[in-house]
Nanobody, 126 residues
Framework: QGQLVESGGGLVQPGGSLRLSCASS????????VGWFRQAPGMEREFVGA?????????YYADSVKGRFTVSRDNVKNTVYLEMNRLNPEDTALYYC??????????????????WGQGTQVTVSS
């Protein structure tokens, strides 16, 4: 069974940075598209960014994080990262990684991903 494990969350001040990791013991992540999603209390789960497995790797981002967040892969470590810079309180949420094979039009849809981690909390506060 595929299992994803997120790590790297924590408390950070506004303007700070964090790097989240998504590792798997049962999946070879290079075979999948991997997305990052977040959910704040009382809010719907929203797309943050993704790397799509295609002929190469193509990256997609939500407008709210474009230019601040970066998704990357390390196939040797079987890990996908979410580098988050210039964090603000609106970025506070539980962050999830997910793996699957979504078609291009569904890359931002959480329902298009089959495997999910348990999430890691990111809190941006002074």
């Amino acid at each position: 069974q595929g299992q994803l494990v997120e790590s790297g969350g924590g408390l950070v001040q506004p303007g700070g940075s964090l790097r989240l990791s998504c590792a798997s013991s049962g999946l070879t992540l290079s075979y999948y598209s991997v997305g990052w999603f977040r959910q704040a209390p009382g809010m719907e789960r929203e797309f943050v960014g993704a790397v799509r497995k295609s002929s190469g790797n193509t990256y997609y981002y939500a407008d709210s994080v474009k230019g601040r967040f970066t998704v990357s892969r390390d196939n040797v470590k079987n890990t996908v990262y979410l580098e988050m810079n210039r964090l603000n309180p609106e970025d506070t949420a539980l962050y999830y990684c997910a793996a699957g094979q979504p078609i291009l039009s569904a890359i931002r849809s959480w329902s298009a991903y089959r495997y999910w981690g348990q999430g890691t909390q990111v809190t941006v506060s002074s």
